[in-house]
């Protein structure tokens, strides 16, 4: 490669930020175009029973819609860095979203399963760009004494996006036709498109030469989609029992290995895992991807617990996250002040303490919890919600110099994302698995030598049960029951796993405040 190759095509735009009326319209844009893109990510969680009935799909192969977005996005964010450097941030971003629209406008128009997910993959490894792009174009167009405010209307966009995604998705499902959770993006991608190129095209980014790094991006796909599948299939293949399982699962150890070994050795990689020498970008990632990987798991946990045994509507359902939402918009101005007053371990301590008091209360839940008893842990979640991207954010970035700051944001992205998308098929494998393990235990207490079940049967009996029916009534109460308990599982180790991530975060170090101008201003 030669010199040339790598010098600059064009001098680097203008870094003066956005004033008035340019700036407000320009963030919104870049907000919605967030948002949008992290609605997809949970839209669907809520309307996966619709989804799967009209295209004749079990609901376990319906979370196919999810992981398969979730994976693509997360393969689609590491070449953003190149992406923007060869032909400038802005570009890739307006490019990035009508992609977005346009594969939004084939999902909604889906005519089965596979079709569906194939568009979802196209959806997510398109919109690659779009979190990263935003992230860096939204701290762009702000001053750097107002560089907290930047992240906190970014982080509004990012944390409520996924709350009001089942209330939305809820909506849609059961008063029109599925597809509209999808067609809704178009009109809006549009929209953001239009404004952003409008606004930013004459402060495009520098753009250089550089090769794109193929070998790391082939194996990337390997390993990460050779796991990905391994989730997803395992647990109808018997895990390990499978041959099949076992080839993906070899697969995607030796994959990340060789990956790792030319990620380190490759002069301009997919991803630059130099930035993990930097003790706040190591450890802040670690702490942003297990935050994340455990609220998304539980954004669907909740809403398929809800609907297949406690008799929720896909609009209820929604419905129930809406105090978290509410609580999130209020919370996120109250945390970029305290970001500017205290250290910002304290405010990721205090996301991490919300989320686990959350955990916690839901923890206490019963078969037959009132919708408030629902809402209310929920909405202590809020509190977290509101502070941790805005936190977590800032400690990871602290030290990464302005250069550096896409790349950064693309693999901090791609990690978050990456393990958000394993978490969701784990989920559904854990929660199946402790039900089964808890319906054997509770099966233990039936059998006919067992008072309290001669007791209900009775029971049943007496208000006019025929012997059939009392045993198929207490069967039934004893599998909601078992996924009962297997829900509470979950939250006890979401729970313990937030509390560990404050210890992460007190291992970092203090995080440089950034309403104050730095040294090098």
Known sequence: MSDAA??????????????????????????MGTFMQVLDTTIANVSLPTIAGNLGASTDQSTWIITSFVVANGIGVPITGWLMNRYGVVKIFVLSILGFTIASL???????????VFFRVLQGGLSGPIIPGSQALMLSIFPRARRTTALAIWSITTLVAPICGPILGGYISDSWNWGWIFLINVPVGLVVAALCWGNLSARESSTARLPIDMVGLGLLVVWAGALQVMLDTGKNADWFGSTQIVILGLTAAAGFIAFLLWEWTEEHPILDLSLFRERNFTLGTIVFCVGSGVFLANMLLIPLWLQTQLGYTATWAGLVSAPTGVVAVLMTPLAARLMSRFDARWVATIAFAASAVSYFMRANLTADASFMAIAIPLMVQGISSGSFFIATISILLDGVPQ??????????????IIVAGFSVSIVTTYW???EAL???????MTSSFAPAFNNALGSLQDMGLSELGAKAAVLRGMVSQAYLLASVDMFMVSAWLCLGAIVLVWLCHKARPHDAPSISD
């Open 438 to 444: 808890h319906q054997s235990r509770l099966a233990d």
């Open 6 to 31: 790598d010098t600059p095509l064009k001098a680097p735009a203008p870094e003066a930020p956005l004033k008035g009326s340019a700036l407000a319209i320009t963030a919104l844009a870049l907000a």
């Open 106 to 116: 084939l999902c909604g128009l889906a005519w089965n399963l596979e079709s569906l």
């Open 432 to 434: 199946d698995r402790r």
């Open 403 to 416: 250069s550096k700051i896409p790349a950064a944001a693309s693999l901090s992205n791609f990690a978050r």
